[in-house]
């Protein structure tokens, strides 16, 4: 596909990748900063808790990489993002209930969701849905 053929990114999707990817760059840079930190203080000995650090650092490309599918306008990137959204709105229930409805993490679920909801409205609608679908071209049966 050239350039001239690939369909034009919507601003709101733009600005949503972005948003995923600094949110996955930025807590994977400090986490390393402060491995480091961990090293050089507490010697190799820190090493041996790799396999938990392999795991947190994928954890944490997570949304990077949706942002990345975003960015290249990819339907299924859209798709998880929905499902991620929707996956993280139910569990904050949990979160509700555990620390109550009038508390400081709860206010922040709210806003959560809030955010959230927009994104997920967003995603949803039928213009950034046609944006992320590639056009069928005819098929020309007489010319094969």
């Not at 949706?66 to 859209?78: K, V």
């Not at 555990?98 to 955010?115: D, E, N, Q």
Request: net charge positive; glycine share 10%; proline share 6%.
């Amino acid at each position: 596909m050239s350039p001239a053929e690939t369909p034009s990114r919507p601003l709101g999707v733009t600005i949503v990748a972005i948003s995923l990817m600094a949110l996955s760059a930025l807590p994977i840079a400090f986490y390393l900063l402060g491995f480091l930190i961990a090293v050089i203080t507490g010697g190799p000995g820190v090493l041996f808790g790799g396999a938990a650090v392999i795991f947190q650092l994928f954890v944490m490309a997570l949304p990077g990489l949706l942002g990345w599918g975003l960015w290249n306008m990819q339907n299924s990137a859209r798709i998880t993002c929905l499902i991620v959204l929707a996956i993280c709105a139910v569990s904050g229930i949990l979160l509700v209930a555990h620390f109550g409805i009038v508390s400081f993490m709860s206010a922040i679920y709210f806003l959560f969701l809030l955010w959230g909801g927009a994104i997920a409205v967003y995603l949803t609608r039928p213009s950034v849905k046609r944006a992320f679908q590639p056009d069928i071209e005819d098929i020309n049966f007489k010319n094969l």
